[in-house]
């Protein structure tokens, strides 16, 4: 067994080794900048080293470390504790030392708590949006060189060699313009577009070498996914008519809450595809809850705005920005001053990193929103018939709408008003699926359409905004997701409306929801009050 073991360690490093100096060769020749390339060349094999000698010992270890050790003893989960605590700080390791694509990567794996262990959720969700490596100013120097045709200290007034954020794709730079507007200058990490396609060659290769040797360990969805979102999120240009188009959307079709929802201003003869100028906008980010109590601004009141605000993206917009990470989302008093009862002040939510969207179809916007409708109203029918539209068929329904709530089915189909709020033992109960049901999860994302995959990146995102807002149950942010996706419904059987009845009829059914709705939300009051002096 164990000689098998490292044959497969072996058989995976020569493979990818091989593979990956055809692939160096093949850059360099295709190259228009021969000495670039040469370059990257030099890097690239070792970053593929690493690579390949990081994932053979992961996969070593676990086949090792858990070898006769019996299915269900006390010994075998303490030694998986370790094996999978190690391995996730391998994996944190080679994020960060290869940087780019790999820290986008280890983003990812950190937010699939549906999908992987919780030591590598503990381990990677922090520190691969907190601790990315940063770009010396020189490299900085030479990307504004040449794409604004000038160093930094003459295209501006002044500008801070120091960055105030670094992420995997780029870092941020405070500056000021000859004109005195206060500006974030985004800079792209250097060559990050050459090495981007070589590490995309390079991962492919080892996930699927590893697919090959472990048929198990199947995670080709999440790099068809990269391969998809990356070379938009590497054209700044891309990102800031991005921006343009989400606000004019919430000006357009969510009127009621556009003065909350802001994204800077870009200053377009400042920006190109690998550099973007916007405007600086003060604010902390939205889960820094003691810098947005300094600001007299409410926790509870920003949790329920970015709930409004993605859930009209999703369900009426179309158009979905889908990393809203907290690093991506900053927080400011609104500034018309507006107050709300008793005075008190009213949020506006600043959307930053505009890269990564997702455009939905009117079927798929309608039926994601008939889905998250059912999923809050607990209609086991409507739940199915909705998930299997996306292919999570007889076997997979239940598992797709537990991933998309993060809870067990029986909560999920509970009558119950707080039926989607976490328990105490739910979260510890849906690691056990993610382990015991791991080769139908990795079915079921296979099946599912693509862009469904970034609304599952997106909701993971959104959860971890408002858990870290709330910080207690809550379903509040759910009864919002209920009535937005309810309205967009609405609205689309409106606006198909061809005869007197069927516009009555459907309005009858606008009012039986929001009746429905106000009850739940009255019903979640008394709940939540009655607990409180409980």
């Known amino acids: 067994m164990a000689r098998s073991i490292w044959g497969a360690k072996s058989k995976l490093a020569f493979t990818a080794l091989a593979l990956g100096a055809g692939a160096g060769a093949a850059t360099i020749a295709n190259s228009d900048d021969p000495a670039t390339s040469l370059k990257l060349c030099t890097t690239v094999p070792v970053r593929l080293f690493r690579l390949s000698v990081t994932a053979a010992t992961i996969a070593f270890d676990y086949q090792y470390s858990l070898l006769e050790l019996p299915e269900d003893s006390i010994e075998r989960k303490k030694v998986k504790h370790d094996v999978h605590t190690r391995s996730a700080r391998r994996l944190e390791e080679l994020c960060f030392k290869n940087g780019g694509i790999y820290i986008k990567l280890g983003q990812y794996i950190g937010q699939l708590e549906y999908l992987v262990p919780q030591e590598y959720i ?10 990315c490596p940063t770009s010396s100013y020189d490299q900085v120097c030479q990307v504004v060189k040449k794409e604004l045709g000038g160093p930094p200290e003459e295209i501006f007034k002044e500008f801070d060699p120091v960055p105030i954020a670094s992420a995997s794709l780029a870092q941020v730079h405070v500056a000021r313009t000859h004109q005195g507007q206060k500006v974030a200058v985004k800079v792209q990490h250097m060559h990050m577009t050459d090495t981007a396609a070589a590490d995309y060659a390079t991962v492919e290769l080892i996930v699927n070498t590893l697919h090959w040797i472990f048929p198990s360990f199947d995670y080709r969805w999440l790099i068809d996914e990269v391969h998809e979102s990356l070379p938009k999120e590497l054209d700044f240009l891309n990102e800031a008519n991005n921006s343009i188009k989400c606000m ?14 802001y994204a800077p201003a870009v200053y377009w003869n400042l920006s190109t595809s690998k550099l973007l100028t916007m405007e600086f906008v003060e604010g902390p980010q939205v889960n820094d809850l003691k810098s947005i109590q300094k600001l007299g601004l409410n926790p509870h009141d920003i ?4 709930s409004k605000t993605f859930a009209e993206m999703m369900f009426k917009h179309g158009f979905v920005h889908c990393d809203p990470h907290a690093a991506n989302l900053l927080v400011r008093t609104l500034p018309s001053h507006k107050s709300g009862i008793f005075g008190r002040k009213k949020p506006q939510l600043v959307l930053l990193d505009h890269g990564l969207y997702k455009q939905l179809d009117i079927s798929t916007r309608t039926n994601y929103a008939a889905l998250w409708k059912a999923l809050v109203l607990a209609d086991a029918k409507g739940i199915k018939e909705n998930c299997m539209k996306f292919g999570a068929g007889e076997d997979l329904y239940a598992l797709f709408a537990g991933i998309l709530t993060m809870r067990p089915w029986n909560r999920v189909i509970d009558p119950a008003v707080d039926h989607l709020a976490i328990q105490g033992n739910d979260h510890s109960e849906l690691q056990m699926y993610a382990s015991q049901y791991f080769p139908q999860i990795t079915e079921l994302l296979h099946k599912l359409p693509r862009v469904i995959l970034l609304m599952l990146k997106t909701n993971d995102c959104l959860r971890s905004v408002n858990n870290a807002l709330i910080q207690r149950p809550s379903v509040e942010s759910f009864i919002i997701i209920g009535r937005v996706s309810s309205e967009a419904l609405i609205e689309e059987k409106l606006s198909h409306a061809s005869s007197l009845f069927t516009y009555l009829f459907v309005c009858f059914e606008q009012i039986s929801l929001e009746t429905r709705f106000f009850i739940m939300q009255v019903a979640l009051w008394m709940l939540q009050f009655r607990r409180a002096f409980s």
């Open 248 to 261: 004019d959307n919430f000006r357009r079709l969510s009127p009621h809450i556009a003065e909350y929802v």
């Open 122 to 131: 503990n381990t990677l969700s922090e520190s691969m949006l907190n601790r």
């Open 303 to 306: 949790a329920r705005l970015v």
